[in-house]
């Protein structure tokens, strides 16, 4: 069974930093790549970060560039997100997603159910 | 940036409806145009990718299509299960982008 299941959310002071993690199965994960993206709660999707199976392409959102670091361990099926310098507007629910590929389309075609993550003091 | 923008914001329906959806991209994408569903409480299911293709074990009732800057999803006779909102998304280039959303109300 294809899935994915995120972990690390929690309740984080402004300025600090939570690592998320995304457990894939069911599928070869280093054939694939990976991408993270919230919901900021009542809000739409917001696309974080992209890396190729290999990690040896990686993209990130302006909005992270700099505080975010998305990383892989193939041998884990283990995707990643570490989170620096946390602001409140980092509140969300934060999903990872695999992204498929078709004649050169790309797609998000598998969710993780998501991991909340609270930053406030 | 390519900007992702959906029309209408929300929508009410009835059961056996047509209801269609738009999106513009601020630019032409092509046709590297991909929607997903969204319930409340749950993650985004992929509906339609590449514009028109229809996700394996999506209803019939759902089709995409447009090419350039404008795109339609269309749910041919709205079901129970459908009421959900809906997103559109660009993968023509990086930043990956997503439309505002249209929720689609009883």
């Known amino acids: 069974q294809v899935q994915l299941v995120e972990s690390g959310g929690g309740l984080v002071q402004p300025g600090g930093s939570l690592r998320l993690s995304c457990a894939a199965s069911?599928?070869?994960?280093?054939?694939?790549?990976m991408t993270w993206i919230r919901q900021a709660p009542g809000k739409g999707l917001e696309w974080l970060s992209y890396i190729s199976g290999s990690a040896s392409m990686i993209h990130y959102a302006d909005s992270v560039k700099g505080r975010f670091t998305i990383s892989r361990d193939n041998a884990k099926n283990s995707l990643y997100l570490q989170m620096n310098s946390l602001r409140a507007e980092d509140t969300a629910v934060y999903y990872c997603?695999?992204?498929?590929?078709?004649?050169?389309?790309?797609?998000?075609?598998?969710w993780g159910k998501g991991t909340t993550v609270i930053v406030s003091s | 940036d390519i900007q992702m923008t959906q029309s209408p914001s929300s929508l009410s329906a009835s059961v056996t409806d047509r209801v269609t959806i738009t999106c513009r991209a601020s630019?032409?994408?092509?046709?590297?145009l991909n929607w997903y569903q969204q319930k409340p409480g749950e993650a985004p299911k992929l509906l339609i990718y590449a514009a028109s293709s229809l996700q394996s074990g999506v209803p019939l009732r759902f089709s995409g299509s447009g090419s350039g800057t404008d795109f339609t999803l269309t749910i041919r006779s709205l079901q129970p299960e459908d009421f959900a909102t809906y997103y559109c998304?660009?993968?023509?280039?990086?930043?990956?982008?997503f439309g505002g959303g249209t929720k689609v109300e009883i």
């Open positions: 069911g599928f070869p994960f280093t054939d694939y790549y």
């Open positions: 998304q660009q993968s023509y280039s990086f930043p990956l982008t």
């Open positions: 997603a695999r992204h498929s590929a078709l004649d050169y389309h790309y797609f998000m075609d598998v």
């Open positions: 630019q032409s994408i092509s046709n590297y």
